[in-house]
């Protein structure tokens, strides 16, 4: 089944504490990125990869860290979680670089920094 | 820069009622146009986009959507909703010749009532 697979689904952790959320997808896309949903301002993308190695800063990249060693994985890290940093996390890809048939998302990790 | 304004936040309605779900854009180049849906603790699925063509476009769930370019409105409507329609919906844009980086609206729930 094609499918981008998300892990954790939801986690609550300390702030300052290291976490890292992967993102795995077995469609063989080469665009991936990520996104965050607060309530009230939809959702607003955090890092893009066209491909391997290429990565770039979305709109909200404060706070975060991405790598893209193979073209399936792009994990999310953030080094010093913060309490602003409490949202909902969405991962997504799509077939190739400007490709605009359908962007597939994951399921989501919710995420609570206290 | 691209954006979009979802016009409403909430809409209520009753089941078998017609629904329109409003959203507009503001881009100074051609953009794509597109829209999701996010069911309860679930992940963003495609409704349909517009590429080109037609203005009329078709998705899933039998919903459609106009694109007016004149008006830089791309609505979302529905001649007769369920109850298994309640969620949330997003109206997304990508600039043409873009990596595919969508911007999104902040959301308008639409929740159906027995």
């Known amino acids: 089944e094609a499918q981008v697979t998300q892990n954790p689904r939801y986690l609550i952790t300390v702030t300052g504490k290291k976490l890292t959320v992967t993102c795995s997808q077995n469609m063989n896309h080469e665009y991936m990125s990520w996104y965050r949903q607060d309530p009230g301002l939809g959702l607003r993308q955090i890092y893009y990869?066209?491909?391997?190695?290429?990565?770039d800063k979305g709109d909200v990249p404060e706070g975060y860290k991405v790598s893209r060693k193979e073209k399936r994985n792009f994990p999310l890290i953030l080094e010093s979680p913060s309490p602003n940093q409490t949202s909902l996390y969405f991962c997504?890809?799509?077939?190739?670089?400007?490709?605009?048939?359908?962007?597939?998302f994951g399921q989501g990790t919710r995420l609570t920094v206290v | 820069a691209q954006s979009v304004t979802q016009l409403d936040s909430q809409v209520p309605v009753f089941e078998e009622a017609p629904v329109e779900l409003r959203c507009n854009y503001s881009s100074s180049v051609s953009v794509y146009l597109f829209w999701y849906v996010q069911y309860p603790n679930q992940g963003l699925q495609l409704l349909l986009k517009?590429?080109?063509?037609?203005?009329l476009v078709k998705g899933i769930n039998g919903f459609e959507a106009e694109f007016n370019k004149s008006q830089t409105s791309f609505h979302l409507r529905k001649p007769s909703v369920h109850i298994s329609d309640t969620a949330e919906y997003f109206c997304?844009?990508?600039?043409?010749?873009?990596?595919?980086?969508?911007?999104f609206g902040k959301g308008t729930k639409l929740s159906v009532k027995p």
């Open positions: 997504a890809s799509s077939p190739r670089l400007g490709d605009h048939t359908e962007a597939f």
């Open positions: 997304a844009v990508s600039r043409v010749g873009s990596q595919g980086n969508l911007i």
């Open positions: 517009y590429l080109s063509g037609s203005t």
């Open positions: 990869s066209m491909n391997v190695e290429v990565t």
